[in-house]
């Protein structure tokens, strides 16, 4: 279901698409490849009034393509811009990207991330592109990991307990996966 209408007349002036496509590698590894692109609904000068930014036109347009192995732990990384509004000076930092190899998405990435790349360290941009590998990487194993649960049924499923649905005490768990359903306090103290 979409968000309801506004109620009050608006005017559009930002919009931010991040987008991320995994693949599956010959080598048995995976690519998650990211991109964010930001637009204004507005022409602006920029440079003291001798250039013109068209609407429209990507003022940010930057790419961070992650390798990953079985154990979520990047083996290759890579960055680039095709858009930065300081052009060569923001792409600079793209290189410093790489020392996200060795980093595990699962473990405490983002503010691993948060820390290595902070303020001048690191573009803002693409360190926050970067925190979305954790969920997309996750959906990007999925498969792999519902073939373990089938090959290993005695192994809690992954995402048991990782957001509000899949609570341990919930509706969803109930149904889809008895085996780890724990009744809520409230309802054991009754019987």
């Known amino acids: 279901m979409p ?9 559009p002036l930002h919009t931010r698409s991040i ?3 995994s693949y599956a590698r010959a080598d048995g590894q995976w690519d998650l490849e990211a991109e964010l692109i ?23 347009h930057m790419h961070l393509r992650v ?11 890579v960055a680039a811009y095709d858009a930065a509004p300081y052009e060569e000076n923001c792409a600079a930092i793209a290189p410093d990207y790489q020392a996200l190899v060795g980093m595990n998405l699962l473990r405490n990435f983002r503010q691993v991330v948060k820390n290595r ?8 941009h693409l360190t926050e592109l970067s925190y979305v590998l954790p969920t997309v990487a996750v959906q990007t194993m999925s498969n792999q990991r519902r073939q373990d649960e ?4 005695n192994t809690k ?7 509000h649905a ?3 005490n919930g509706p969803v768990v109930q149904e889809y996966y008895p085996q780890w359903y724990v009744m809520p306090k409230a309802e054991a103290k009754c019987e």
């Open 38 to 60: 930001d637009t204004k609904a507005y022409d602006f000068e920029k440079r003291h009034g001798t250039v013109v930014h068209h609407a429209g036109q990507p003022i940010h």
């Open 150 to 153: 089938v090959n290993n049924p």
């Open 19 to 21: 987008r991320v496509n």
């Open 67 to 77: 390798t990953i192995d079985a154990q979520f732990t990047i083996t290759a990384a």
């Open 3 to 11: 968000l309801p209408p506004s109620d009050i007349a608006r005017e």
């Open 157 to 163: 499923p992954f995402q048991l307990s990782g957001c």
């Open 166 to 168: 899949l609570r341990l």
């Open 117 to 124: 790349y902070a303020r001048v360290a690191g573009c803002t």
